[in-house]
């Protein structure tokens, strides 16, 4: 019951077409590279959410939630945990 308004505004990307967080700053070399394939199989539209699942996790993702809802593709990944960096959640979403 608080009053919230929800301003819409479009996502800004990276130019490799990862989306700008503050995350990104905690990414080590070897899973920034590795963010950027999550970045495309999200927006692979030819890719079911359960195909896009079983990809990320071959590659070391652990995967909380890709799911297509309002016109959207959403998800949510953990890095893979690698030497010499911390596990980072990444989210993000896409029009279908």
């Given at each position: 019951f608080v009053g919230t308004e929800i301003i819409p505004c479009p996502t800004v990307r990276e130019p490799d077409g990862l989306a700008m967080s503050s995350r990104n700053r905690r990414l080590n070399p070897t899973q920034r590279a590795l963010a950027t394939?999550?970045?495309?199989?999200?927006?692979?539209?030819?890719?079911?959410?359960?195909?896009?699942?079983?990809?990320?996790?071959?590659?070391?993702?652990?995967?909380?939630?890709?799911?297509?809802?309002?016109?959207?593709?959403?998800?949510?990944?953990?890095?893979?945990?690698?030497?010499?960096?911390?596990?980072?959640?990444?989210?993000?979403n896409v029009p279908l």
């Open positions: 394939q999550w970045a495309a199989l999200l927006a692979d539209l030819s890719l079911t959410p359960t195909e896009i699942r079983a990809k990320l996790e071959a590659i070391g993702f652990t995967v909380d939630y890709i799911e297509d809802r309002w016109g959207r593709r959403l998800g949510a990944v953990h890095t893979p945990p690698l030497e010499n960096g911390p596990v980072v959640r990444l989210i993000d």
